[in-house]
């Protein structure tokens, strides 16, 4: 018996247009059932979110009155984490260790944007004129299209939502294809919390009769997405029809690079953690290990008996570290790539074959690429379990080969050399650099890329500033009458 899910539009849970088949990864077999939001339903999404945008039961209400229904929402969301996590566990493969502790967490995204929502303040201008005062007023936007891919959904569409909210802004979210069930499911906490009809719609479905009728609709103002660099283009050129602001958070091909005065243990457990939690599933995935010459053997070799040890199994089972791949298509990317990096000469070290058992699973892969550092598996982004190894000899040498790519997400920097961090911190070109760690993120802090890692910043105070535009108020003081315009003084 299969569970069945609905969209979520103007207040009310309905079926879409069709339905199509939700897969477990874990087992390769049909779990759920999804609505499809085809043309007609994006258009009655929009239109209910246009008009809650300018309703008194949205408009009407202070920034406080927002920032309290945020807070219920945090509160909502978790205590419903245990079956969110469930439901993104069976519709994606991750383990539901991770999915438990990370919806946990993303109630302090929405309790973080509540107690900012009363605080986007506008300012006073010393204007250069007589009798005359002007000031900036923060206003809402206007509709929002927030478009997630379905890793860490929970979490990418809290830094949408969260601060869009705060602004005053209307949302329509649109989940990934591939395993909508935690957003469908989180509707109803959004039904609960009691924000008004329309406010937030939940729709999810495929590219052209969803995503891109969603993208160029001329009621949105500005459409937040996170996912891959093709999908970005396509979106880009839709927001040509409405001139929507863009904001886009892509991928990635993330340096982790350990020099040799580095705590190599340490290391070691955060290039795991960088790489194969979430089953490298990640945008932030530390996938080019950079390791100086002198100690690469030495720590290659832990790395590779700490990897043989992960426990790889069910991912219902607290006890696995290790699940399957979200979608078939994703292994096959991934076998391929392995298979043409190798024949450009990268020696595999571990990994490296499907594994024989149900489901999607690929194992953890470690391939050395320090004789071919423009392999394949170096320059392409896999989202997935893969490790490419490349050595280095000089921190100049590390700083050219961690800017090698047409991506700017992330890096981590493992060194005790207290100079140098700051050094490799400025010459890196990224959005974010961890030293001594991977992975870490918090409400306060921005979260974004350049390049083709796409531009803006999800996270941190400034992210509400995103979701408002600025308006001039002029007021003129005298109580003298306007000079006639047409008479010379």
Same mark, same amino acid.
């Given at each position: 018996?299969?569970?069945?899910?609905?969209?979520? =539009? /103007?207040?009310?849970?309905?079926?879409? #247009?069709?339905?199509?088949?939700? =897969?477990?990864?874990?087992?390769?077999?049909?779990?759920?059932?999804?609505?499809?939001?085809?043309?007609?339903?994006? /258009?009655?999404?929009?239109?209910?979110?246009?008009?809650?945008?300018?309703?008194?039961?949205?408009?009407?209400?202070?920034?406080?009155?927002?920032?309290?229904?945020?807070?219920?929402?945090?509160?909502?969301?978790?205590?419903?984490?245990?079956?969110?996590?469930?439901?993104?566990?069976?519709?994606?493969?991750?383990? =539901?260790?991770?999915?438990? #502790?990370? @919806?946990?967490?993303?109630?302090?995204?929405?309790?973080?944007?509540?107690?900012?929502?009363?605080?986007?303040?506008?300012?006073?201008?010393?204007?250069?004129?007589?009798?005359?005062?002007?000031?900036?007023?923060?206003?809402?936007?206007?509709? @929002?299209?927030?478009?997630?891919?379905?890793?860490?959904?929970?979490?990418?569409?809290?830094?949408?939502?969260?601060?869009?909210?705060?602004?005053?802004?209307?949302?329509?979210?649109?989940? #990934?294809?591939?395993?909508?069930?935690?957003?469908?499911?989180?509707?109803?906490?959004?039904?609960?919390?009691?924000?008004?009809?329309?406010?937030? /719609?939940?729709?999810?479905?495929? !590219?052209?009769?969803?995503?891109?009728?969603?993208?160029?609709?001329?009621?949105?103002?500005?459409?937040?997405?996170? !996912?891959?660099?093709?999908?970005?283009?396509?979106?880009?050129?839709?927001?040509?029809?409405?001139?929507?602001?863009?904001?886009?958070?892509?991928?990635?091909?993330?340096?982790?690079?350990?020099?040799?005065?580095?705590?190599?243990?340490?290391?070691?457990?955060?290039?795991?953690?960088?790489?194969? *939690?979430?089953?490298?599933?990640?945008?932030?995935?530390?996938?080019?290990?950079?390791?100086?010459?002198?100690?690469?053997?030495?720590?290659?070799?832990?790395?590779?008996?700490?990897?043989?040890?992960? &426990?790889?199994?069910?991912?219902?089972?607290?006890?696995?570290?290790?699940?399957?791949?979200?979608?078939?298509?994703?292994?096959?990317?991934?076998?391929?790539?392995?298979?043409?990096? @190798?024949?450009?000469?990268?020696?595999?070290?571990?990994?490296?074959?499907?594994?024989?058992?149900?489901?999607?699973?690929?194992?953890?892969?470690?391939?050395?690429?320090?004789?071919?550092?423009? *392999?394949?598996?170096?320059?392409?982004?896999?989202?997935?379990?893969?490790?490419?190894?490349?050595?280095?000899?000089?921190?100049?040498?590390?700083?050219?080969?961690? /800017?090698?790519?047409?991506?700017?997400?992330?890096?981590?920097?493992?060194?005790?050399?207290?100079?140098?961090?700051?050094?490799?911190? &400025?010459? =890196?070109?990224?959005?974010?650099?961890?030293?001594?760690?991977?992975?870490?993120?918090?409400?306060?802090?921005?979260?974004?890329?350049?390049?083709?890692?796409?531009?803006?910043?999800?996270?941190?105070?400034?992210?509400?500033?995103?979701?408002?535009?600025?308006?001039?108020?002029?007021?003129?003081?005298?109580?003298?009458?306007?000079?006639?315009?047409?008479?010379?003084?």
């Amino acid at each position: 018996m299969t569970s069945q899910f609905q969209l979520y =539009i /103007n207040g009310q849970f309905e079926d879409g #247009s069709a339905q199509f088949d939700s =897969i477990n990864p874990a087992t390769g077999q049909v779990w759920a059932k999804m609505p499809e939001a085809r043309i007609d339903e994006v /258009n009655r999404a929009v239109a209910a979110a246009s008009q809650a945008l300018q309703d008194s039961t949205w408009a009407g209400l202070t920034a406080s009155q927002r920032g309290k229904l945020l807070y219920k929402l945090a509160d909502l969301v978790e205590k419903a984490a245990p079956q969110l996590a469930q439901y993104e566990t069976s519709d994606t493969g991750k383990i =539901i260790r991770e999915t438990s #502790s990370q @919806i946990a967490y993303v109630a302090e995204y929405y309790r973080y944007y509540a107690g900012i929502a009363d605080k986007l303040e506008g300012s006073y201008l010393p204007i250069d004129k007589q009798d005359m005062q002007a000031w900036t007023i923060r206003e809402p936007v206007g509709v @929002i299209a927030a478009i997630v891919p379905w890793n860490s959904q929970l979490f990418l569409s809290a830094v949408k939502l969260g601060p869009a909210l705060a602004a005053g802004c209307t949302v329509v979210l649109k989940a #990934s294809e591939e395993g909508p069930t935690p957003l469908l499911a989180f509707a109803r906490l959004v039904h609960e919390a009691g924000f008004p009809t329309g406010v937030v /719609n939940v729709i999810t479905g495929f !590219g052209p009769e969803c995503g891109a009728v969603l993208s160029s609709h001329p009621d949105v103002a500005h459409v937040a997405f996170t !996912g891959g660099p093709e999908t970005a283009r396509h979106i880009v050129r839709n927001s040509a029809e409405n001139l929507a602001k863009v904001s886009l958070e892509l991928g990635g091909k993330s340096p982790f690079i350990v020099f040799a005065d580095a705590d190599l243990q340490s290391a070691v457990n955060a290039q795991v953690a960088a790489i194969f *939690a979430a089953t490298g599933q990640s945008c932030v995935a530390g996938s080019r290990l950079l390791v100086e010459a002198s100690i690469k053997d030495e720590f290659v070799q832990r790395l590779i008996e700490r990897v043989q040890t992960i &426990k790889i199994g069910l991912p219902e089972d607290m006890a696995t570290e290790y699940g399957p791949l979200c979608t078939l298509g994703q292994r096959e990317k991934i076998e391929q790539v392995v298979a043409s990096s @190798i024949q450009q000469g990268a020696k595999l070290l571990t990994g490296g074959k499907s594994l024989p058992r149900a489901g999607y699973y690929y194992p953890p892969t470690i391939l050395d690429c320090s004789d071919v550092p423009q *392999a394949d598996c170096v320059m392409t982004e896999l989202f997935g379990p893969v490790l490419s190894v490349v050595s280095f000899s000089s921190e100049a040498e590390a700083v050219q080969k961690a /800017n090698n790519t047409p991506y700017g997400l992330a890096a981590g920097v493992f060194t005790n050399n207290l100079n140098r961090a700051h050094r490799m911190t &400025k010459a =890196i070109r990224s959005g974010i650099v961890w030293l001594n760690t991977y992975r870490a993120v918090s409400p306060l802090a921005p979260f974004g890329g350049h390049g083709l890692s796409g531009h803006g910043r999800e996270g941190g105070s400034d992210a509400v500033l995103d979701y408002t535009t600025t308006k001039t108020v002029w007021l003129r003081t005298s109580d003298q009458p306007i000079d006639d315009p047409f008479v010379m003084r």
